[in-house]
């Protein structure tokens, strides 16, 4: 069982988080623009890098979405962000 | 064997009865069953998995691969108990597991004559050749040990602890008490935790004082000061497994018949003092009954007061055969050496020992003690990531490496000499180890079976077999022979089979390398990782405000969707006919509450729901609603519902029941990805608003006895539009939108008030002939209509498009979730699954939801589609269906095969809508 540390709620368990994606996988806009070839990566492709990985992940309870850097072999947690940007 | 008096920590005014194989025996308070029985002098503990050898145990505690019971006391029965880690309770009765009648005189012994017939990989090459049918009932019968009930026990639960520490020590021996000692005088917070009921772990066995002091009186100074110092220790507890984050996994042990407790403790620092074990020696006939460990023996004498033999010869390759002779003799028994390096050797007798022989020399004894050389428990390590290194030697691998706030200390790194292990674990200069082993490897050339692995009858001709095969690998081997694959998993057998291995290629044996640690570390019940996770614990269901007065209905509540719902209301199914009728005729009032009330506020609500929806939710005009498809961004329907706009800044979504966590999770992943979520807010009101609908040709009438404060003519408050009334002075939200085809009403108002609309509903709907109905009846309704269920009608590959929406697929422009894969190669096949009707014919009952439709080609059948939903229809008189076939919408009026189970019938294809296709009853 791992511990995240949630930039808003501090160190939790992680059966309360869900993995949501891998960071910076943009959606492609307009889509209808886009080759198939293109949204077949959009959709289906990751890096899945063996090492530090930038992911985005959910902590279920606040529901707020973060980025976290972990490295995929040792688990260890690198670090973690806010995704939200700040608006005035 | 025999009781030697003035040994151990049992506790002779305390003597205990019990019963193995039927017969009765008496031992005391602190004894194992092991140990029990052998006082007893019962040797024969049970039977091996596959060739049903006699064995006796091997080991003193979970070193011990043979002897394991069926045990019952008090009524609780419970499998696989290791007799050497089982303490022993009044009134036990134990079996031996794998042994028929019993462990003395197995009818299933004679499979040992044909070994020859059953070597490594037997089982898979039944799979290749000839069949494994042949061979299936006798395997099957041959599989398994205890025997396991199919009643769930009451009361059976393990309660799970959760708890952090500064640092954790794994194992109460020497090294374990002295750094927990020293650590919790230090101010940190510990935790001190050993699998026996007496700390003390090796001590006891090796004899002599420990810094001045008897092992016990040592023992008991050193709790002391761990406790003084604010440390708790755990007796009877067993780490079973480190996980990611320094979390570890404890189980304690309680009476028997008691569910053992799971401890998850969060450690800052973990010590792992987990001790060695001895590594047995390769030679012939190595599993007879009386051949045991060396620290075992030792362990049954300085524990119990056992000694296991008379006229005992010790098999070892180290130093610490000398002085387990001296304390042996000092017991009482005849001792003679033997050097296990100097090779080949072979047991003789059977049930029991009469001699060992090396070349022509024959020395009769009742008892071998072997080991070959300590194996530190390393288990904990691997679980963790951390790596091992091969020490020459001690010929044992080591903890190296490690992971982040783990540390090995004592015999589990290699230090077997008390003084070395008690200096390391203060942090000390270490003083020179005395410790020595001259290595040894399996004789190949040497006559007669050499067993590796105890539990599971893997010999050495087995890994000869193996390695023939090519099957070289380590993690190769353990499959192919189950080497390591029984209850101990391999803590025994594991350094016996690589040094096998290695001699087998020329190799050494780091660089043959090991198998994979895995948890448990011992074997646990179920129970352990279940606890109180069970029923609805483990997934509670919602439930309804209005469950007490629908049940004063009759109603006859089940799971639907997470949800507890009423089926139906009165005494059986048929009443599920009845309430379709009446929601023809009259009306039927339901408890809709499960429907999603989603708020999604702010100035980008329009805009966002636009992005979420397949349909354009942007043009709504406030008091409007309208019918929509979520889609997956590969373009496949998620979830259909109904969005109401509220205002210029505020919608409701109503999802399906079952998908309101999942519509609200979704939500707020594209609020927060690509929107900007100060300008949209997603807020789930759904337990806020409890629902009753009303729906049928009397709907209106009975709305209008509930003085809603609507004008509610057909041109006033028409289909998929909404209303804001009041009910006895509270909010009350009515929309006119239908699941069923006929005019109905949605009218959702604050808990508070939920109970008074359902009585005034059900009130002014008895004299019109209208009254409850449940969610059966409702299917059915939905189904004569055409709506569909997503999940049920759909699957994981339905597009909106194949259920005939394709509008917005054609002409919406603004993006929208999913929007690029509806135009994929895939998504434009022609022979893409649709959605249709199917009608059987005239006088057949109805189609088995989930029968194929199949179309025959040169004899072959393939499925075109699969029935969906199906029903009998009570308002047509006929079987209706719903089905997904490939291009469906193209087939209208074809005739198709169904297939089910084996049997054929026929059906056609029809529009999926069977009841009002012109809408009037609707729009009514």
Redesign the interface.
């Known amino acids: 069982?791992?511990?995240f540390p949630c930039p808003f709620c501090g160190p939790r368990d992680?059966r309360e988080f869900h993995f949501?994606g891998e960071a910076g996988k943009i959606?492609p806009?307009?889509?209808?623009a886009?080759s198939?070839t293109d949204?077949a990566t959009y959709?289906y492709e990751a890096q899945n890098p063996r090492g530090p990985s930038r992911e985005?992940w959910?902590h279920?309870p606040c529901?707020?979405?973060f980025i976290m850097t972990r490295d995929t072999v040792?688990?260890?947690v690198l670090g973690t962000e806010q995704?939200?940007k700040e608006?005035l | 064997m025999k009781r030697v008096e003035g040994l151990g920590l049992i506790d002779r005014r305390t003597p205990l009865n019990f019963s193995f194989d039927g017969k009765p025996y008496q031992g005391f308070a602190g004894d194992t069953l092991a140990s029990a029985l052998l006082a007893n002098g019962q040797r024969i503990m049970g039977r091996s998995f596959k060739y049903h050898r006699p064995r006796s145990v091997w080991g003193a505690w979970f070193d011990d691969p043979n002897a394991i019971f069926d045990i019952e006391l008090n009524g609780f029965h419970e499998p696989n108990c290791p007799a050497a880690t089982t303490y022993l309770e009044e009134g036990m009765q134990a079996r031996a597991v794998n042994a028929t009648p019993n462990a003395h005189s197995d009818i299933k012994g004679l499979l040992d004559k044909f070994n020859r017939f059953m070597p490594a990989g037997f089982y898979y090459k039944t799979f290749m050749w000839p069949n494994w049918h042949l061979f299936e009932g006798f395997i099957r019968n041959m599989a398994g040990l205890g025997r396991v009930e199919n009643v769930a026990k009451s009361g059976y639960i393990s309660e799970q602890h959760h708890a952090t520490c500064d640092v954790l020590v794994i194992g109460g021996g020497a090294a374990g008490l002295a750094a927990a000692r020293v650590a919790a005088e230090s101010g940190r917070s510990v935790i001190l935790a050993d699998d026996h009921r007496e700390f003390g772990g090796g001590l006891f066995r090796q004899g002599g004082l420990v810094e001045g002091q008897t092992p016990v009186d040592w023992v008991t100074e050193q709790l002391s000061a761990v406790t003084a110092a604010g440390g708790l220790v755990m007796p009877l507890t067993t780490a079973i497994g480190v996980y990611d984050h320094n979390l570890v996994g404890l189980v304690e042990a309680h009476a028997f018949g008691q569910a053992p407790s799971l401890h998850r403790i969060r450690a800052e620092q973990i010590i792992m003092a987990t001790g060695a074990i001895d590594r047995p020696v390769t030679f012939a006939n190595n599993d007879r009954p009386g051949i045991i460990a060396v620290d075992g023996a030792l362990e049954f004498l300085a524990r119990y007061g056992v000694l296991v033999g008379k006229n005992i010869a010790i098999l070892s390759n180290n130093s610490l055969a000398t002085p387990a002779a001296e304390i042996l003799r000092t017991a009482g028994a005849k001792v003679r050496l033997l050097d296990a390096s100097t090779g080949p050797f072979t047991a003789h007798g059977g049930k029991s020992l009469n001699a060992i022989s090396q070349g022509t020399e024959r020395i009769p004894c009742d008892t071998i003690l072997a080991s070959g050389g300590l194996v530190p428990l390393v288990h904990l390590w691997r679980h963790a990531g951390g790596k091992l290194s091969w020490r020459a030697d001690i010929a044992a691998f080591v903890p190296a490496k490690g992971p982040v706030g783990m540390q090995a200390i004592g015999a589990a790194n290699g230090t077997f000499d008390l003084d070395v292990s008690l200096s390391e674990a203060r942090g000390e200069n270490l003083p020179k180890s005395t410790y020595t082993l001259r290595p040894i490897q399996p004789d190949l050339t040497a006559k007669g079976r050499q067993w590796i692995d105890f539990q599971h009858d893997v010999t050495l001709k087995d890994i000869e077999l193996a390695a023939r095969e090519n099957y070289t690998s380590v993690e190769h081997l353990k499959r192919y022979t189950t080497l390591g694959m029984a209850s101990d998993q391999g803590k025994t057998s594991n350094m016996a089979g690589l040094a096998a291995m290695a001699t087998l290629q020329g190799k050494s044996i780091p660089e043959t390398g090991t198998t994979t640690f895995r948890p448990p570390f011992v074997p646990v019940p179920f129970e352990v990782y279940r606890g109180a996770r069970r029923g609805q614990y483990f997934n509670p269901l919602k439930r309804l405000v209005l469950e007490p007065e629908l049940r004063a209905a009759g109603a006859a509540m089940a799971e639907y969707g997470g949800s507890l719902r009423p089926a139906w209301f009165g005494s059986g199914p048929h009443e599920i006919t009845r309430e379709a009728i009446m929601a023809r005729r009259a009306a039927a009032i339901f408890d809709a509450s499960t429907l999603g009330k989603i708020e999604v506020i702010g100035p980008d609500a329009a805009a966002f729901l636009n992005f979420i929806y397949y349909n354009t939710m942007a043009t709504l005009k406030p008091g409007f609603i309208r019918y929509g498809f979520m889609l997956t961004e590969r373009g496949a329907v998620y979830d259909d519902g109904v969005v109401a706009r509220m205002g210029e800044n505020r919608f409701i979504i109503s999802c399906s029941s079952s998908h309101v966590d999942g519509v609200v999770a979704r939500l707020e992943a594209w609020r927060q990805d690509g929107n900007n979520p100060d300008r949209v807010f997603i807020h789930d009101t759904t337990p806020n608003w409890p629902t009753v609908t009303v729906t049928g040709p009397k709907a209106r009438e009975i709305l209008e006895s509930l003085d809603l404060q609507i004008d509610l003519a057909p041109e006033a408050f028409k289909h998929m539009t909404w209303r804001e009334g009041r009910f006895e002075g509270a909010v009350a939200r009515v929309s006119r939108v239908s699941f069923s085809g006929d005019t109905s009403f949605e009218i959702s108002v604050p808990v508070a008030t939920a109970t008074a609309l359902w009585q005034a509903a059900l009130a002014a709907g008895k004299p019109l002939g209208a009254g409850p109905a449940g969610v059966e009846a409702l299917s059915i309704l939905r189904a004569e209509k055409g709506y569909l269920i997503i999940g049920k009608d759909t699957d994981g590959d339905t597009m909106p498009h194949d259920l005939g929406f394709s509008i917005p697929r054609q002409k919406k422009t603004a993006d929208f979730v999913g929007d690029r894969s509806l135009h994929t190669e895939n998504a434009n096949r022609a022979d893409r699954k649709q959605l249709v009707g199917l009608m059987a014919p005239p006088g057949a009952a109805a189609l088995p939801t989930g029968a194929h439709l199949v179309e025959v080609t040169l004899g072959k059948r393939r499925s075109i589609g699969y029935v969906t939903s199906s029903y009998h229809s009570p308002t047509l008189g006929h079987p209706i269906a719903l089905a997904l076939i490939e291009g469906g919408a193209a087939r209208m009026g074809e005739d198709l095969t169904v297939w089910h189970m084996g049997k054929q019938s026929a059906a056609q294809v029809t529009s999926p809508c069977f009841y009002d296709p012109e809408g009037a009853a609707l729009h009514a």
Do not use: F
């Not at chain 1, 806009?29 to 209808?32: C, I, K, L």
């Open positions: 069982m791992q511990r992680e949501a959606r806009t307009p889509s209808a886009q198939d949204w959709l985005i959910v279920t529901q707020e979405y040792s688990m260890e995704l939200r608006t």
